[in-house]
């Protein structure tokens, strides 16, 4: 029988690390948060309420809604064609929305004509709706692109004739386009997050917010890595002029503040989201640098390192494979922490308006769009953006927290 202590001894240091970061319970959770946000990352509009591109439907009538808020829509038809999109064009970009909502309180659909009461708010006192204006609507207007530049519509034995966009002549029963519209048009549509001051759904540009959190923290810690790796190896390594000349940079990067680096050169190339990106990564990669500088330091004078060199192995090779790889749990942790703080940095440019620009949802750019009801009895309207970074960033300092004990050689020894 082979004993516990004796298969553990068997086991490698990374089987060992896993084991250790599994059990670690702040890091599974926020292994969960950051598993659960690239899952809203990547299916973004499929699971958004609002589909349209950049989540930008807006609803006048319902602004400033407190989460939960419930209200019926009428949905009329645009008069205009919709092209079909494929779902992973949906996905990625969104779809035009065919209909145009219009809060209703109550309807009643009349022959060949809906009557309704559009939805102007509640009582304050009471909390019921107030009396709205009276709409009357066709039904094909509702239901279908009507030409207005030639109308025509008639009634005659159960069956409606109207002229189409492209001034086609069509015919369908009245009873199943009462039916058709009472099923698919007239519904109760629920904001579980509220509603901003433009009417548009919190939750939805929530979900798409976390899009532009999670890449530019993916492409910080990607330019981050590449400069500060490189920079970092090469100064350690060969140390003398190089070394001196590394640290030169290094230093007089630390010494600038991140924010005010990044405002430099937003200014100097651009408000892009692109620019937004390299902006952040080229702002990051001083602490990369700096450690592996360090450990890149100690390393060379290891024995398999005097080894590689007595073999005439060149020093990209040595670097590159044989030490890097030694290496990797401080780079791992180093860069969670990095992604978190990226996050950050983008929000607080989003919040002062120099990063993200409307209508691209981000979470930063909500709130600064809606700090100002946080002392107007909206806080929900801050509160939940603000939630969401500190979720986030909270999320990945966890897994660099674990990282570090589950890669710390003395903590499993």
């Known amino acids: 029988m082979i004993s516990k202590t004796n298969s553990s001894k068997k086991d490698s240091p990374n089987q060992r690390a896993w084991r250790q970061l599994w059990k670690n319970k702040s890091a599974i959770f926020g292994l969960g948060v950051i598993t659960i946000a690239v899952l809203m990352a990547l ?16 609803i006048p009538e319902v602004s400033l809604k407190s989460p939960g808020f419930k209200v019926q829509l009428l949905a009329v038809r645009k008069n205009r064609k919709i092209e079909k999109k494929g779902l992973l064009n949906t996905m990625l970009f969104g ?16 022959g060949a004509q809906l009557i309704a009461e559009r939805y102007e708010g509640e009582n304050l006192q009471t909390g019921k709706p107030l009396k709205g204006k009276k709409l009357i609507y066709d039904l094909a207007d509702i239901a279908f692109p009507i030409s ?17 966009i492209n001034d086609e002549q069509k015919e369908v029963k009245l009873t199943d386009l009462q039916q058709k519209i009472e099923e698919n048009q007239i519904y109760q549509k629920t904001f579980y997050l509220g509603t901003d001051k433009y009417g548009r759904s919190m939750l939805s540009r929530l979900i798409l917010g976390v899009r ?9 810690v990607f330019i981050s890595l590449t400069i500060g790796i490189t920079l970092g190896a090469v100064a350690g390594y060969f140390g003398g002029r190089v070394d001196d000349l590394v640290l030169l940079i290094i230093n007089t990067v630390w010494s600038i503040p991140t924010l005010l680096l990044v405002f430099a050169i937003v200014l100097a190339l651009g408000r892009g989201i692109g620019i937004i990106f390299l902006a952040v990564g080229l702002t990051m990669w001083v602490d990369v640098a700096r450690i592996v500088r360090g450990q890149m330091i100690a ?24 030490i890097l790889p030694n290496i990797i749990g401080p780079i791992m942790v180093i860069a969670a922490t990095t992604f978190a703080t990226a996050i950050l940095i983008e929000a607080g440019l989003s919040y002062l308006g120099f990063g993200i620009q409307p209508p691209t949802p981000s979470w930063g750019t ?29 999320a990945f300092n966890l897994v660099g927290n674990g990282l570090r004990d589950a890669l710390d050689v003395k903590s499993n020894n």
């Not at 299916?43 to 807006?58: A, F, M």
């Not at 530049?149 to 009634?155: F, G, I, L, R, S």
């Open 95 to 110: 779809r035009p929305n065919p209909y145009k909502f219009i809060p209703i309180n109550n309807y009643k659909i009349d």
């Open 366 to 394: 909500m709130l600064n769009e809606n700090y100002g009801y946080a002392i107007s009895g909206k806080p929900f309207l801050a509160l939940i953006p603000a939630f969401a970074i500190m979720l986030m960033v909270l």
């Open 148 to 164: 207005f530049k030639n109308k025509t519509q008639q009634v005659a034995g159960g069956r409606m004739t109207y002229q189409d």
């Open 43 to 58: 299916l973004g509009y499929l699971i958004s309420p609002d589909k349209t591109t950049n989540v930008n439907e807006q």
């Open 212 to 220: 532009i959190s999670l890449l530019v923290g993916l492409i910080a």
């Open 299 to 322: 390393f060379k004078e290891i024995q398999f390192v005097e080894a590689a060199q007595s073999m005439g192995f060149k020093s990209s090779r040595i670097i590159f494979r044989h």
